[in-house]
């Protein structure tokens, strides 16, 4: 099983960035996705989630109206689209599949992207 992010880097107050997710090992349809941050010295926090079809979203609110996660199933990748960005967006952000099946939860990590706000 792999997830891998890319699109992470260096950008200005009030850029854009699109992070992307690569999966596979299972079967990506089947799993709800979401993306994850940490910055140093603070606790992960979740972004974004997006069900396994794509059709229900959800955002922290401070994110909302900036950040738009999305999905292709038949490229088994997620993404992340973070336009207005701010310092405080700086961190590490990583993807996160999940599928609960009771009494069954099984869930996996990507090895996380690094995204910088500053001039």
């Known amino acids: 099983v792999q997830l891998v992010e890319s699109g992470g880097g260096l950008v200005q107050p009030g850029g854009s960035l699109r992070l992307s997710c690569a999966a596979s090992?299972?079967?990506?349809?089947?799993?709800?996705m979401r993306w994850y941050r940490q910055a140093p010295g603070k606790e992960r926090e979740l972004v974004a989630g997006?069900?396994?079809?794509?059709?229900?979203?959800n955002y922290a609110d401070s994110v909302k109206g900036r950040f738009t996660i999305s999905r292709d199933n038949a490229k088994n990748t997620v993404y992340l689209q973070m336009n207005s960005l701010k310092p405080e967006d700086t961190s590490v952000y990583y993807c996160?599949?999940?599928?609960?099946?009771?009494?069954?939860?099984?869930?996996?990590w990507g090895q996380g992207t690094q995204v910088t706000v500053s001039s």
């Open positions: 997006i069900s396994s079809a794509g059709d229900s979203t």
């Open positions: 996160y599949a999940v599928r609960t099946s009771w009494p069954t939860t099984r869930n996996y």
């Open positions: 090992g299972f079967t990506f349809s089947s799993y709800a």
